[in-house]
């Protein structure tokens, strides 16, 4: 766990390795924002693995402070999960830097990118990258 992450919640999610890597991308995807949205926590994917016939995703989540009426300044998160399928033919380093772009944009300077975990299926032509952006 990192360590600015709050640790109140932790958890793990699992999806079964006979969906494609698109599939529990946008899965997965799916969860941290129904995560957000209907409990105002925000999640950080911390470990992937794949044990037996699953994809093991580990999570530490936060609650997402309440703002104010006056208060317009978004939520900052101190670290993100940025989950992908991306093609074989793909440059990791090219997804990469992307994705710094991208951070950046939406959340400012400050963030670096370290993958948490890839994994592809047997006969997918997608790979599933776990991303997390840190401060």
Request: charged share 25%; net charge positive.
């Given at each position: 766990?990192?360590?600015?992450?709050?640790?109140?919640?932790?958890?793990?999610?699992?999806?079964?390795?006979?969906?494609?890597?698109?599939?529990?991308?946008?899965?997965?995807?799916?969860?941290?924002?129904?995560?957000?949205?209907?409990?105002?926590?925000?999640?950080?994917i911390?470990?992937?693995?794949?044990?037996?016939?699953?994809?093991?995703?580990?999570?530490?989540?936060?609650?997402?402070?309440?703002?104010?009426?006056?208060?317009?300044?978004?939520?900052?998160?101190?670290?993100?999960?940025?989950?992908?399928?991306?093609?074989?033919?793909?440059?990791?380093?090219?997804?990469?830097?992307?994705?710094?772009?991208?951070v950046?944009?939406?959340?400012?300077?400050?963030?670096?990118?370290?993958?948490?975990?890839?994994?592809?299926?047997?006969?997918?032509?997608?790979?599933?990258?776990?991303?997390?952006?840190?401060?």
């Amino acid at each position: 766990m990192h360590k600015d992450i709050n640790g109140e919640i932790r958890g793990k999610v699992s999806f079964p390795t006979n969906l494609t890597s698109e599939e529990i991308a946008h899965d997965l995807n799916s969860y941290i924002q129904s995560a957000r949205e209907e409990n105002k926590l925000h999640i950080a994917i911390t470990s992937m693995g794949t044990v037996g016939k699953e994809v093991v995703f580990g999570f530490s989540a936060e609650p997402i402070p309440h703002k104010g009426f006056l208060r317009k300044k978004r939520f900052v998160p101190q670290c993100l999960s940025i989950v992908s399928a991306i093609n074989i033919s793909d440059s990791l380093p090219a997804f990469l830097q992307d994705q710094s772009k991208q951070v950046r944009h939406h959340f400012g300077q400050g963030y670096k990118l370290r993958i948490i975990g890839q994994t592809m299926n047997e006969g997918d032509s997608k790979i599933l990258v776990c991303v997390l952006a840190e401060k």
